[in-house]
């Protein structure tokens, strides 16, 4: 059996595309991969900077008082809200003593924060 051609072609062309993918993948090329996340202490308001470089059970326990008070929060145009993801685990977590805390509106997870991020690795 001879091959043909445009066999050949097809075959240089895919071996090139394999070549291709495998020199992309060792580059490392993609998008970005944050370094740390965003967190607030609700209950004093405290933003921490969470090193990425471990994995982090939220709520986390507050390096102050030693209570899982500890949320992922994220800044907006209008202020610092808790991830959507984790409002109802504020709401289990402080019930009726949510009022205590620096959140402002359960709903929404608004919540008052103090200061500039502080680093923070559990």
Do not use: H
């Amino acid at each position: 059996m001879s091959v043909k051609p445009w066999q050949v072609v097809v075959m240089v062309a895919g071996l090139g595309a394999g070549v291709f993918g495998v020199v992309s993948v060792l580059r490392g090329s993609g998008p970005p991969i944050a370094q740390s996340r965003l967190a607030v202490d609700v209950t004093t308001g405290v933003v921490y900077r969470v090193s990425n470089d471990r994995t982090v059970v939220f709520p986390a326990r507050s390096p102050e008082t030693g209570e899982r008070s500890i949320f992922p929060v994220e800044e907006r145009e209008d202020g610092w809200y808790i991830n959507e993801r984790m409002i109802e685990s504020l709401v289990r977590r402080f019930g009726d003593d949510i009022a205590s805390t620096r959140v402002e509106d359960a709903e929404s997870g608004r919540v008052s924060v103090s200061g500039s991020p502080v680093s923070y690795n559990p």
